[in-house]
């Protein structure tokens, strides 16, 4: 049974900083993408950052290049979102998800997290 579980969301002031972690069991962690994507409310999911298995491919929604960083340790079947100079339109669920390839459109991610909800107050 694959288990992916997402922590490290909260509240924080404009211009601060999260670390999301996102725990994966259940599947080949090292061979999987692995994607970020969030939802605020009332709005369509979106594409945030995704990271290949070898983590060469990288790719990121222009609306967080340059503040949010993807990286992955597939030793601890972990990945992981650092998120900087976080804005009010950042606050939204945050999900991670799995799949074969890092994909931008989430239809191509076969697995995901709960969510963890990020809050930005200006």
């Known amino acids: 049974q694959v288990r992916m579980v997402e922590s490290g969301g909260g509240s924080v002031q404009a211009g601060g900083s999260l670390r999301l972690s996102c725990a994966v069991s259940?599947?080949?962690?090292?061979?999987?993408?692995m994607g970020w994507f969030r939802q605020a409310p009332g709005k369509e999911r979106e594409f945030v950052a995704t990271i290949g298995w070898s983590s060469i491919a990288i790719y990121y929604a222009d609306s967080v290049k340059g503040r949010f960083t993807i990286s992955r340790d597939n030793a601890k079947n972990t990945v992981f979102l650092e998120m900087n100079k976080l804005k009010p339109d950042d606050t939204a669920v945050y999900f991670c998800a799995a799949g074969f390839l890092p994909l931008t459109s989430g239809a191509g991610y076969n697995y995901w997290g709960q969510g963890t909800q990020v809050t930005v107050s200006s």
């Open positions: 259940g599947l080949s962690f090292g061979t999987n993408a």
